[in-house]
Each structure stands twice: as C-alpha cells, then as structure tokens.
C-alpha cells in the first residue's frame, strides 16, 4: 500500500496533533464545477457517472486539482442502496432523485430484504480502488452512505418531502412496519461500508440528513439506535489504521452527547450550532467536522474569510476539528469563493495549533 503523504485529516479525526485545520467540502465534487458538468455529459447521466470506476474516479478527483483539499470522497449517491434493494432509483430532470416502487403498504415493506451488497454495489466498490489508486496517497479517501432513518424518508416518500407525512403517517401509526424497514437499513449499510473500508475507504461518514426532522425521543428510537448498531459492526481498523467513523444529523445540535455516546470518532455540525460550545459539551470525546453555512459562499471573499476566522477562534486552540461547510455546498456557488475557503482554513488556522 502507498504511504500516506498527506493524514492531517485522519488525525484530526482521532484528536492527534496536527499543523494547521484540515479541510473538505461536503458535496465537493458537483454541479458547481464546470469540469462535471462536462463529465456528467459525457457520461449521459448522473447514475453513468456512479456506475462507472473511471467516472466515479475521473469526478471524485476534480476538486482535488482545483483545491488543495485534505480529503477526497467517493463520488456516489445514498440512493445506491435503496435502488439495490430493487426500488427503481431514476432522476426526474429539474425534480431530484424519485423512486419507482416507493414502500408504501405492508407487503412491500414485508417482502423487503437486505440485499447482498457484493452483487449488487461492486460497482462502489470497484470504484472505491480506482479512485485509492489514482489518489496514490495524496490524500485520504472518504467513503459513505445515508443513515437507516434518511434512507427510508427517501424510500417511503418516493423522493423528496418538505413534510414526511407518509414516512410519519408509518411512524405514528404503524411503528413496527418502520423498524423493519430501519432494521433491514442497517444491517445493508454496515455491510456496504464494510465492503467500502475493505476496498480502501480510509474513513466513513453517515449521512443522517433527514434526522432533525424527528422529535428527540423519535430520533433516539428511529434514527440514533439504526447509527449505534452500525458503528457497533464497521470494521475499525484496516491497513494498519484505524478507520474514523463521522456521524452527521443535520439539524442534530441538540444531540450532541447521545450521538458521542456512539462510539462514533467523530460528530459533523450543521452552521446553526455554535462549534466552540459544541467543544465544551462533547470535544472530550469526539471530534467535530463543520460548520461553515454553505450559503457564505455566495458572499465576498473578504466574508468568506471573517466567518471562517470566526470558527476558528470559536473552536479555539489544539486538535479535533475538522473544517467543513454544514451541509453540501449549492451549485450555484462560484467555484473561485469555494477556493478562498480552502485557502484561508489553511492559512488562518496553523496559528492555533503552534505547541
Ligand atoms: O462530492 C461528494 O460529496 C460526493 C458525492 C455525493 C453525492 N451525493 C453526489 C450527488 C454525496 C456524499 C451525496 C450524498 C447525498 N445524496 C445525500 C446526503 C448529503 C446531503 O446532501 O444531505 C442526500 C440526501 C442525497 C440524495 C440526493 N442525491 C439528492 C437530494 C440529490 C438531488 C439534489 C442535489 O442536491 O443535487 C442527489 C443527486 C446528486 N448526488 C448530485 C450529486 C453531485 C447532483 C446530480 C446531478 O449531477 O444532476
């Protein structure tokens, strides 16, 4: 295996020290880029590029050209796994993801059956060891997957919901239809990052983007206890490395302590909640990713450069951040404003980690 030349990133995640604050961006590689948005032609659709290693690998390394980034992630989608259990994933064009045979009534929910990940994903997997072979050390790579509980709004509503009124109708009414479909989430999303570790994935991060949806004890029932099992069964350490697991619930600020019980390396902040008293609560235990709102970036350079120097101050001196948007940066942001970010991380953080 190729050693590592650049780990500040896996440091950071394990609170070891480090030089300055690394940094990536959720949703690095996107529709703001225009050399994926030639990418995405070429290939005809966004699956094409998913479902191809050379896509997958060609796209996951494009920011790293443009940005000195401190980690890579894959390029896939959550939705491989719902679409692996046989729901038919399709993008309707302008509308997001949707899916053709949504769960809605008990037979469907009962015949659902975790898949068998090796027969139905290679294709992440394949793409999970190009894209370590082309990164060839420079950074580390990042694999993924949605939570139990953010896969099933998807899989429930059939796409996107301002309201999740089936998935609550189900909750509220018929809970034990919901926990078997979380039950049969979990045990394919511990399988599916474990074939990604195995395939070189050197750190993962949950997706619970859907979680802050929920009031605190639905959350601990449907959402935080399906993470629990996972991080209970992923792989820890591989190529002699321990591998960080990242949980990150938008809209989950409040429960910072219930998700640091875990066992998870690491928490991700969405912008709306303060990082520095974040850190007092939970920093013993966890690292913290985030939490820049990615809607600073439609802003100037010079604001761009204030709110990152404010989480920086915020988070304060020593390890165990690492520098993130709160969510997924938009497509319409200026890919040059995405580099001032990068930039002033680099440079305006190495101050807090002089010994
Ligand atoms: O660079 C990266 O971060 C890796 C790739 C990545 C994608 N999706 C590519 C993508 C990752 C980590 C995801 C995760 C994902 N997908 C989440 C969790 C994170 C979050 O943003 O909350 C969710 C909820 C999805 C589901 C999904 N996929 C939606 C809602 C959409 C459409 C809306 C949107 O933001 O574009 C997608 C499509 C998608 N996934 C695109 C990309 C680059 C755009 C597709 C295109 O090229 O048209």
Redesign the pocket.
């Known amino acids: 295996m190729t050693q590592l030349k650049n780990d500040v990133f896996l440091r950071a995640l394990l609170n070891q020290t480090v030089e300055y604050t690394p940094v990536w961006?959720?949703?690095?590689?996107?529709?703001y880029l225009p050399e994926?948005?030639a990418t995405?032609a070429r290939a005809g659709s966004?699956m094409g590029?998913c479902t191809s290693p050379d896509y997958a690998t060609e796209v996951?390394l494009q920011?790293l050209e443009r940005f000195p980034l401190d980690a890579a992630?894959?390029?896939?989608?959550?939705?491989t796994v719902p679409d692996a259990m046989g729901l038919g994933l399709y993008?309707a064009e302008g509308e997001?993801?949707k899916f053709e045979r949504p769960l809605r009534d008990e037979a469907a929910i009962k015949a659902l059956v975790a898949p068998h990940v090796e027969d139905k994903l290679q294709y992440v997997f394949d793409a999970v060891s190009s894209i370590r072979k082309a990164l060839d050390g420079r950074v580390p790579l990042i694999g993924?997957s949605?939570s139990p509980f953010?896969l099933a709004c998807?899989m429930i509503e059939g796409g996107?919901s301002a309201d999740f009124r089936h998935l609550k109708a189900m909750m509220y009414g018929r809970p034990e239809l919901l926990h078997h479909i979380l039950d049969v989430n979990a045990r394919t999303v511990t399988e599916y990052l474990n074939a990604q570790i195995r395939a070189g994935a050197q750190a993962v991060?949950i997706?619970d983007?859907?979680g802050g949806a929920l009031s605190g004890p639905a959350y601990r029932e449907f959402s935080l206890s399906y993470m629990q099992q996972i991080v209970s069964g992923l792989i820890r350490e591989h190529e002699g490395r321990r591998v960080p697991v990242i949980l990150f619930t938008?809209g989950g600020g409040q429960w910072l302590e219930a998700m640091a019980e875990t066992g998870a390396d690491a928490l991700g902040l969405d912008w709306t909640t303060d990082i520095g008293e974040a850190r007092a609560r939970v920093g013993d235990k966890v690292a913290l990713q985030g939490n820049l709102d990615p809607n600073v970036l439609f802003g100037s350079p010079e604001g761009i450069e204030r709110e990152v120097a404010r989480i920086l101050a915020s988070y304060g001196t020593g390890s165990g951040h690492v520098f993130n948007l709160g969510?997924?940066i938009s497509?319409f942001a200026d890919p040059a404003h995405a580099g001032v970010l990068v930039d002033s991380v680099h440079r305006l953080s190495r101050t807090y980690h002089t010994q």
Do not use: C, E, N, V
């Open positions: 961006m959720m949703r690095q590689a996107g529709r994926y948005r995405r966004f590029l996951t920011p992630i894959l390029f896939s989608d959550i939705l993008f997001g993801p993924f949605g953010t998807y996107g991060q997706f983007t859907w938008k969510h997924g497509q």
